[in-house]
């Protein structure tokens, strides 16, 4: 665990008010302005002849999407009803060439693959929302573009996190056991390591990890725990699902809790971090000798003892975002590397950092049950995926490294 300067006092001030930006005193609903973005977006970018949306027909489309969707396809509608403006183009319905350029634009402005497919996605859906039949982004033009740009730039897979021990055909050298000694008994400290032991044995997505509430955990009598998962990218419906924590992972996350006093709501907040440097003490000056621009002219003439530097942690009503789950890990990534805790050459750590994403767990579970051997249904099961087909995009590498020629060659028989 990393030492803190002993001339350095660490405060958890729980009293203290979290300061929030100008403008933001209200708590938006984001649910809400999502629906009002894709509503504008569908007015804006409509054709003048299309016939009156039927309100029955919007709002079952919208109870049927998840909040993350919704967000989703709020950017994506703006995004593309903004570019058919600038062109001149009509967005909805649209047209197979439209959509063709569109795509090409995105290509040309660097947008990753996956975006542009669920943009494309996000316009069929809106077509629906408009009573139309999305007859232009189920074009065979438009699918093939789509194959095309796919073959061109293949998007790597975030970078693992593994567990740690000795496992066949490891994959990564970053592991959660050199991240958690980069956690200290701060506030700050308390959280990342709950954060880390939560979303690993979890095989959480960041969106379930960012939702769950205290509410949701069960502990048993053995230590061990039983997280709910009320919703996910997979379970739109809302049916929930129970994943199975150890007994150090509950540990941290309980002592997370307890020094937060976290006793309802979300787990995992921000934290307001506020550090005043150390002062060296001022010697008592005659007024005389005291320059008249002199700004603290009182502290000069009176003295001023010596004071430590100071550390205030305040933690906040509101959950981590995406965003901030993907800074955490990232930057208890460096720490590790500068510390000497991973093995990763100096070149080749800007690489790695890029690598890193708040999937990187979730990646880096799959890799560990894949090497214990685990079945593919168990795996599915674990990480809550509707087909088995997942598997073998998570473990491309793994099973190269674990394949029959890599343990002959190795040196191994079967």
Known sequence: MPERPASEIIVHDQSRKVPQPRGKDQKIDRELQAELRIAQALAAGADGTLENISQDHFEAEFKAMALNSKIAAAADLDCYVDWCLAEQRAAFPADPVTLVRYIEAKVKAKAKPATIVRRISSIAKAHHMLGLEPEGPRNRMVRQTLVAINKKKNQRQAAAIRVGENRTGTSSPITIQALLECCD???????????????????????????????????????????????????????????WMPADAVRRLRAWLEAAKIEEGVMFRRIHVTRKKAKDAIAPQAWDSIPGHTRHYQERLEGQAATQAITVYTVGPNPLTTQGVNAIYKRLVERAWLDGLIEVGKDSIDKTLKAISSHSLRVGLTHDLIALGADGVAITNAMRWTSPGTILRYGKKLRAKSSATARFLGGETE
């Open 185 to 243: 008994s701060t506030l700050r400290g308390l959280r990342d390591a709950a954060l880390l032991s939560v979303g690993y044995y979890g095989g959480l997505r960041v969106s379930e990890l960012t939702a769950a509430t205290v509410e949701d955990l069960e502990v048993d009598v053995d230590g061990t725990g039983t997280l709910t998962v009320p919703f996910s990218k997979t379970d739109q419906e809302g049916e929930g699902a129970e994943v």
